[in-house]
């Protein structure tokens, strides 16, 4: 028989943790009805085009990347969240090294991770990459073409949009 004080512990910790849970689930829900995914690619200020695979739901940012064997050089994932915020990356069963641009509400590069390394650990002690600035789309594409494509933070991005929502969206 369990004692009455930790069953009622059990009892609280339930009561915060589902209405946080259902809380999340809805906003991220509303992020995936209301994000710009109808962009296919992003072009980059000299005008080179990337074709994107956009990961706008909870799972399919969780995911990323994972278990690739390659990524084409015009290729990336977009990873587009609800809000601004400070999103961390790792390279856990990401099988592909990776340069990792985050970007602002307004598309402009505020920090890149250029020729980020695989992680071959099997535990959660994969090294974080992050911005010191909050974003609100994280760009990954194949290691070493932010250089190659002299990509810098101040720079605009800017997306093109294959749907009427075009309208909607923010100006690069």
């Known amino acids: 028989m369990q004692n009455p004080q930790t069953t009622f512990q059990y009892f609280i910790f339930s009561c915060f943790l589902i209405p946080i849970i259902f809380f999340t689930d809805t906003k991220q829900s ?7 995914h109808d962009f296919t690619t992003i072009s980059t200020p000299s005008g080179f085009s990337i074709s994107l695979e956009i990961a706008e739901t909870l799972d399919k940012r969780a995911k990323g990347l994972m278990f690739r064997k390659s990524l ?17 990356f790792w ?20 920090h890149i991770e250029s020729q980020v390394p695989i992680c071959t650990k099997t535990d959660d002690s994969c ?22 494509l002299d990509l810098s933070p101040g720079q605009h991005m800017s ?9 909607n969206q923010p100006a690069p």
Do not use: C
């Open 91 to 110: 390279m856990k069963n990401t099988l592909i090294p990776l340069d990792i641009i985050w970007m602002n509400e307004s598309w402009k590069i505020l």
């Open 72 to 88: 084409a050089a015009d290729h990336g994932m977009l990873f587009i969240f609800p809000e601004t915020g400070y999103w961390t």
């Open 127 to 148: 090294p974080r990459y992050y911005s010191t600035q909050e974003s609100r789309y994280v760009l990954e594409i194949q290691a070493g073409m932010a250089k190659q």
């Open 30 to 36: 509303l992020a995936a009805k209301n994000s710009p």
């Open 159 to 167: 997306p093109s949009f294959s749907s009427s929502k075009q309208s």
